[in-house]
């Protein structure tokens, strides 16, 4: 149960996104999904309805049955209409909520960024979280999702629908097509599974590669590519990041069209095989015209319906993992939530360094090594030092910049960490930081 949960967490956000994205479109959407699958199977039915009328009508005359096959007529019509006008609708509503929700999806992108830590891109593995969560701003995940849950549910109906009616003309036909669609729907998943996997590997790859990439088009490094004559060598890089990036890409895609090869000569010959049966019933008397109708009008749509449950479902699946990408960004840099953070001094009295280490992310030597000391008002103090010795690190972590690897920092004795994060940059950001008080050598802030 847990795991189902984990599996559909995304979902119930992509749905919250797209209903605020603009709530019409939203229910169009869901109209235009029903739809699409609950058509075929009432059509066909139509069909079945309007063959035997039309058998009966040669027996017993066509007067008895007129009332009847003009209702039929105009709901067959009615519904080849329906499904017309679902194309162009569906499109247009797709082209304008994608385009809303785009919009919503970079304000998000903007409010994360907003309260990100500088620290978080020192991280290579954090680059990478941001960029498949960058992808998801202009991908198409919670439209993906919908159509895909929308279309799960009329499936369901229209699948209800023609399963019974199929089940009333041959039990072992419907089996039949039924158990053919069965191993297409467990490989999609490991094919997905796989799928996610590499590209959530390849985005460190994909980031060299627009790096390189992007040199050249850059009029600043393309200029110092050409003064030192580093072009050779950094074409040599692009090409063979491109070339491994791609064989693997290939031999994933060309495994999926071998096995989804496979399962389609797997699904025709189950479905030739029921053509066969049904026609020979037919031809001995046992199924009368309609049925054959029904069956032909049927099949390839139920056995496609199948398919498309499993898809469906894979497609969720799949597209809550996308989503999640941006979700896991999100709350990598969400502000966490704290009741008891303690006053901001109006007057900064003391500075407290109490044995604080520090080292920058793939750094091999630390910036600071136990450092401590104690700075009280009025002194005035000057930091002297070489490059790297760490002066600019502890204005860094005094302005919680950085967090330090152990150690704590006090300000008037109250440890840094319990003043509220924004609060406390936003006085830094305004004031200067007033740590750096008025003393009697200057008339203004340091």
Not at 103 to 127: G, T, V
Not at 166 to 183: E, F, K, N, R
Not at 306 to 326: A, D, E
Not at 418 to 445: H, L, V
């Amino acid at each position: 149960m847990k795991k189902t949960a984990k599996v559909f967490s995304g979902f119930k956000d992509m749905i919250s996104m797209l209903w605020n994205s603009s709530k019409s479109l939203t229910i169009l959407l869901i109209f235009n999904n029903i739809i699409r699958n609950a058509i075929w199977p009432l059509r066909a039915l139509v069909t079945k309805e309007i063959v035997e009328i039309i058998v009966e009508s040669v027996n017993n005359g066509f007067d008895e049955y007129r009332i009847s096959f003009i209702i039929y007529i105009a709901l067959f019509f009615m519904f080849f209409w329906l499904n017309r006008i679902w194309w162009p609708l569906n499109s247009y509503t797709q082209t304008l909520l994608l385009a809303k929700l785009s919009h919503e999806m970079r304000n998000r992108m903007i409010k994360i960024m907003e309260d990100i830590h500088l620290s978080f891109f020192d991280y290579s593995e954090n680059r990478d979280i941001y960029e498949r969560a960058v992808q998801q701003v202009e991908d198409r995940q919670p439209i993906n999702a919908v159509n895909t849950f929308m279309g799960l549910v009329s499936l369901i109906i229209s699948f209800t629908t023609a399963f019974i009616s199929m089940i009333a003309i041959s039990i072992p036909i419907t089996l039949l097509l039924l158990v053919s669609s069965v191993p297409s729907f467990i490989w999609e998943k490991r094919f997905n599974d796989k799928a996610y996997q590499f590209e959530q590997n390849a985005t460190c790859e994909k980031r060299k590669l627009d790096y390189y990439f992007s040199l050249f088009l850059d009029k600043t490094s393309a200029k110092e590519i050409k003064t030192f004559k580093t072009s050779d060598y950094l074409l040599k890089k692009h090409k063979k990041g491109l070339g491994d990036y791609y064989i693997k890409y290939f031999k994933l895609f060309k495994y999926k069209i071998k096995v989804d090869s496979l399962f389609w000569f797997i699904s025709i010959a189950f479905l030739m095989t029921s053509y066969f049966i049904i026609i020979n019933d037919v031809a001995v008397g046992t199924l009368d015209l309609g049925s054959l109708s029904f069956f032909l009008s049927v099949a390839v749509s139920l056995q496609s319906a199948l398919t498309q449950f499993g898809s469906s479902v894979n497609g969720i699946i799949n597209s809550n993992k996308y989503f999640n990408n941006l979700v896991k960004f999100e709350q990598l840099n969400s502000v966490k939530e704290k009741k008891d953070y303690s006053k901001l001094p109006e007057k900064i009295e003391k500075i407290v360094f109490d044995h604080v280490s520090f080292t920058y992310p793939n750094a091999e030597n630390p910036a600071l090594d136990d450092v401590s000391f104690t700075l009280e008002y009025p002194q005035a103090v000057m930091v002297v030092g070489l490059n790297g010795a760490g002066k600019t690190t502890m204005l860094k972590l005094l302005l919680r910049l950085y967090k330090p690897d152990s150690g704590r920092i006090y300000v008037n004795d109250i440890d840094i960490n319990s003043f509220d994060e924004k609060e406390f940059e936003t006085e830094a950001e305004s004031n200067s930081f007033k740590m750096f008080q008025q003393s009697k050598e200057f008339d203004e802030d340091l």
